[in-house]
């Protein structure tokens, strides 16, 4: 897949305002899941009421 420099430059710019801390997507991560539990909430995440705005698997 080949990204534009348009959306790769826009990209780059949001990844620094993340690690420079001008942006806090704590508020985004409402799931969390190891990657062994996964498979077995990835079912739940699907559904609307779960109210998953973002799952992270961590690794």
């Known amino acids: 897949m080949k990204i534009n420099a348009f959306y790769q430059e826009n990209l780059l710019f949001g990844n620094k305002m993340v690690s420079a801390g001008y942006v806090n997507l ?7 899941s ?3 539990d996964m498979i077995g909430e990835f079912e739940v995440w699907l559904k609307p009421e779960s109210g998953v705005i973002k799952a992270v698997v961590e690794l």
């Open 34 to 36: 190891t990657f062994e």
């Open 26 to 32: 704590g508020g985004y991560l409402t799931h969390r």
